[in-house]
């Protein structure tokens, strides 16, 4: 008998537990249950109030007693519960108003803990529920933004800077705002400034790069403090803000587009290739007359490696006399003597090298107003053969043909081309004439088929009263030497003799 009533005490001891959890996916869980309603709760900003409701659910077979609740939060938001009951019967619930009041100094988003204790079978219990604030409005209490133009600035074209501050509170704030140092520029201080609770206000910083600058992108860095006072207690916030502004000289980029030049570092030496291919166009001293000039395009590889290095030269130069090392920073001032010292240099060495070869010229490139005896006595000075390569070429959508005057180099680009040049004797009425026209003609016609000498040929032509006129054959495409691009010769024929 005793043992029976011990085994039925267990069964209901285990009924009791039993009737006080349930199981959920193989795990007990405790059969009350804590709801917040609504949750989580939203408010525009701090500096609301909301109500909410609390339910305590009892699934169990038990009556819940001393039933209660409280709420704590650690972020300056306070609860006020308005309703309660001390029991709960069985398979029922209880449900708690409270009020929520979010104070401007509250801290968003914030959490709230509910702790609803009762006794249950004797036992004293506790369940806990907790519910989150948050704040659809700005979460800072001030907000600071940095702008900038994105054009580049020079000395003589500042740009400005916007700061803009946005006070959240309800109380004025103090702003004050300095920028950094920076090698290259500096930006203007401003006065301190009041901000109206709840406003937004802008102020400008004027940016001045120096004389002289290193061109590229800087960033631009501004210290903000922000100070206000609130219900007798301070609050401050610190900001650093920066922004990229990109330093150039004035009226450089310009320049460079206009030149297609990649960087001022190169600037001088252009120029002076570019003052040289200038006065190679005019005919200044008859220099472009020569087949053989390199050419000087920009294009061309050979014209950059050039151009580099006497933009070498010039910086080097440059920094040796007035101390400024342009690979680091220049100005205005610095692009202007560049560009004055690239073109003098390249007038300087065209017109040196004009002066210097003035006399060769003359004697040996051919031009167009040479007349017959003129181009074969500077083929003879040149070494020529009197039988020249015959080409073909258009020319103002003609066909034409005529004798090279020179012989085709590699990366030659040009070449002197005549028509025919043929031989008129005039046999005088006297004795002496006629033998003297005879004799010249005779030795004419012994160099032609014979040896070929273009230098006896113009020694024969060159004797005083020569019996010999010379006239370029009548050519419409081609009346006088024509300085001629390889590029328009469409063909070649057989060599044959530019004289007869």
Excluded at 164 to 188: C, K, P, R
Excluded at 333 to 359: C, E, Q, S
Aim: glycine share 6%; with cysteine; hydrophobic share 45%.
């Amino acid at each position: 008998m005793l043992r029976t009533i011990r085994v039925l005490r267990a069964l209901q001891i285990i009924l009791r537990l039993l009737s006080m959890t349930a199981v959920v996916g193989g795990r007990p869980v405790l059969a009350q249950t804590l709801e917040v309603h609504p949750s989580p709760v939203n408010g525009a900003m701090a500096g609301f109030k909301a109500r909410t409701e609390i339910v305590l659910r009892n699934d169990t077979v038990d009556k819940l007693t001393n039933v209660s609740l409280s709420a704590t939060s650690n972020d300056g938001i306070m609860i006020s519960i308005d309703s309660a009951k001390s029991d709960i019967p069985a398979k029922g619930d209880q449900s708690f108003t409270t009020t929520l009041t979010v104070p401007p100094t509250a801290h968003l988003p914030g959490v709230v803990l509910f702790r609803a204790s009762y006794k249950s079978s004797d036992l004293q219990k506790s369940i806990y529920a907790t519910l989150d604030v948050k704040t659809d409005g700005p979460a800072k209490p001030v907000e600071v933004t940095l702008d900038a133009s994105a054009d580049p600035i020079s000395q003589q074209r500042p740009g400005t800077l916007l700061l803009q501050v946005t006070n959240n509170l309800d109380v004025d704030v103090l702003v004050t705002a300095t920028a950094q140092q920076l090698s290259d520029m500096s930006v203007d201080r401003i006065d301190a400034w009041t901000v109206a609770p709840h406003s937004v206000t802008a102020k400008t910083m004027a940016e001045r790069p120096n004389f002289r600058v290193t061109p590229g992108i800087h960033n631009v860095a501004v210290d903000v403090n922000a100070q206000w006072t609130r219900d007798g207690m301070e609050g401050r916030r610190q900001f650093t803000l920066s922004k990229p502004v990109t330093v150039g000289v004035f009226f450089e980029s310009e320049l460079l587009h206009a030149l297609g030049i990649p960087s001022f570092l190169t600037l001088p030496g252009c120029l002076c290739l570019f003052t040289i291919q200038l006065l190679l166009s005019t005919g200044v001293l008859g220099v472009k007359n020569q087949s053989n000039l390199p050419s000087l395009s920009v294009t061309s590889p050979g014209f950059w490696i050039l151009s580099m290095s006497l933009s070498a030269i010039f910086l080097f130069t440059y920094w040796a006399i007035t101390g400024v090392n342009c690979l680091i920073t220049y100005g205005v001032m610095d692009m202007g003597i560049m560009w004055t010292a690239g073109i003098f240099v390249g007038a300087a060495l065209f017109l040196a090298y004009g002066a210097w070869r003035k006399d060769w010229i003359r004697e040996h490139v051919i031009t167009s107003s040479d007349s017959p005896s003129d181009v074969l006595r500077k083929m003879s000075r040149n070494r020529m053969q009197l039988q020249r390569s015959v080409v073909t070429f258009q020319i103002n959508g003609a066909n034409a043909r005529g004798f090279t005057l020179e012989n085709i180099e590699d990366a030659q680009t040009m070449v002197w081309v005549a028509p025919h040049i043929s031989v008129d004797w005039y046999i005088g009425p006297t004795q002496e004439e006629q033998d003297r026209a005879n004799e010249d003609q005779t030795l004419f016609n012994d160099i032609v088929n014979g040896d070929r000498s273009l230098i006896r040929l113009v020694a024969l032509f060159e004797k005083p009263a020569s019996p010999a006129t010379l006239k370029f054959d009548s050519t419409p495409a081609v009346p006088k030497p024509l300085h001629l691009k390889l590029e328009a010769i469409t063909g070649t024929a057989a060599d044959d003799l530019i004289v007869s």
